[in-house]
T-cell receptor, first 114, second 114 residues
Framework: DAGVIQSPRHEVTEMGQEVTLRCKPISGHNSLFWYRQTMMRGLELLIYFNNNVPIDDSGMPEDRFSAKMPNASFSTLKIQPSEPRDSAVYFC????????????FGQGTRLTVV | AQSVAQPEDQVNVAEGNPLTVKCTYS??????LFWYVQYPNRGLQFLLK??????LVKGSYGFEAEFNKSQTSFHLKKPSALVSDSALYFC????????????FGSGTKLNVKP
């Protein structure tokens, strides 16, 4: 398996534009996580899907952020409109649904909003 | 509430010396504990986990971790540090009482000097 695949790896956009980040989890994994990492706030959980259903979205900063998982092999995180403070590295991770299994992280998307 | 604490933002050690990166946790029920490493511009990479059984867990790259239930700790250790071990290390706990959600610590930057 190629692991968790995220695209794009880098994204530079202007303030106010819509940004869509993509994630393909590892086949067979039924849990998917979106994280944001910044120097100031560290690693933050944004949203957690289990069997394609959002279980916990309490970490989503505000209504400008939305996430979907239309099927077991694809998820998106959308920011609309984007703001400079959204600049961060966004990680997607997947795992099997059992508590004794580890999560596997993608390489991340570095988002810069200018 | 479930949580993970990494009390040290940074740990400095000389190459060849033993290293310890500290982690304490708070979780209801049996803990499922994990260590991850993050190299610059990369995603988090799984190192090792404690599920049950032997309190000393061995993982990748010569790392090991010691689970101590009475002290609610899960410290990461390595007998002899390498310069290439310099990275950011995260401790995590998976909460089976909360949809198997992951809780990550704030991270500890390990600097190994030649």
């Amino acid at each position: 398996d190629a692991g968790v695949i995220q695209s794009p790896r880098h994204e530079v956009t202007e303030m106010g534009q819509e940004v869509t980040l993509r994630c393909k989890p590892i086949s067979g994994h039924n849990s998917l996580f979106w994280y944001r990492q910044t120097m100031m706030r560290g690693l933050e959980l944004l949203i957690y899907f289990n069997n394609n259903v959002p279980i916990d979205d309490s970490g989503m900063p505000e209504d400008r952020f939305s996430a979907k998982m239309p099927n077991a092999s694809f998820s998106t995180l959308k920011i609309q409109p984007s703001e400079p403070r959204d600049s961060a590295v966004y990680f997607c991770a997947s795992s099997a649904g059992y508590p004794n299994t580890e999560a596997f992280f993608g390489q991340g998307t570095r988002l810069t909003v200018v | 509430a479930q949580s993970v604490a990494q009390p040290e933002d940074q740990v400095n050690v000389a190459e060849g010396n033993p290293l310890t990166v500290k982690c304490t946790y708070s979780v209801s029920g049996n803990p499922y504990l994990f260590w991850y490493v993050q190299y610059p511009n990369r995603g988090l990479q799984f190192l090792l986990k404690y599920i049950t059984g032997d309190n000393l867990v061995k993982g990748s790259y010569g790392f090991e971790a010691e689970f101590n239930k009475s002290q609610t700790s899960f410290h990461l250790k390595k007998p002899s540090a390498l310069v290439s071990d310099s990275a950011l290390y995260f401790c995590a706990v998976r909460d089976m009482s909360n949809f198997n959600k992951f809780y990550f610590g704030s991270g500890t930057k390990l600097n190994v000097k030649p």
